[in-house]
């Protein structure tokens, strides 16, 4: 039998978040426990139909969570897009017993609509953009979530696959390119994740700022 020892034994997969899931919560217990965690906490709750899952993200996940973010960040200041970001915003919908807080959530073609305001999703349009990282399994179906929540686009990674999904007659279908940035291929994202890894978060931001500089980036 092979002696096993640090350089044969594959390293452990990265656990990106700890989650527990509550079953037959009430809105008005999700609103109670929301208003008892308050905010500028670590955990993210999401809420659909009386299941309430609570995230609490670990290092795997808020690494890629940030770059990701970076990256779309980076995208709408070189292609000159309006910008407001919603991260860590709480989305909530009573009337369809549906909550949400996603990693990041970006209002692009709408954000002339809630510049400078408050966003209460009861007057204003969801984000046009929201992005999602589990590196965990979800008990929760998020595509619904953001669905029934009426997200125009929802950007969905593992740790090692990003899928794109535009809202298509109330329900998603997975798309090759993102409908907001449609010149911009996923090869991209994958480059700008590997060169952080590589040379850098600075490096790679300027990378990617040099290949957006004439506006074409396919």
Known sequence: M??????TIAPPT?????????????WE??????EALGEGRSARLVYYKGVLEIMTPLEAHDNPSGLIGQFIEILTE??????????STTLNRPDLATGAEPDKGYYIQNEPLVRGKIVDLAINPPPD???????TNTDLNKNKIYAA?????????????LKIYQLQAEEYQ????????????KERLYQFLNECAQLGETQAKRNLRQLLSNKTVG
């Open 2 to 7: 092979a002696n096993l020892n640090a350089d």
């Open 14 to 26: 990265p656990i990106g978040e700890k989650r527990v899931t509550l079953n037959n919560i009430s």
């Open 29 to 34: 217990s999700y609103e109670k426990i929301l």
């Open 78 to 87: 070189e292609l000159d897009f309006t910008l407001k970001t919603m991260e």
């Open 129 to 135: 953009l929201v992005l999602e990282v589990d590196i």
């Open 149 to 161: 929540l009426g997200v125009p686009e929802l950007w969905r990674f593992n740790g090692r696959v």
């Open 174 to 185: 997975e798309v090759e390119t993102s409908p907001t940035f449609p010149n911009v291929p």
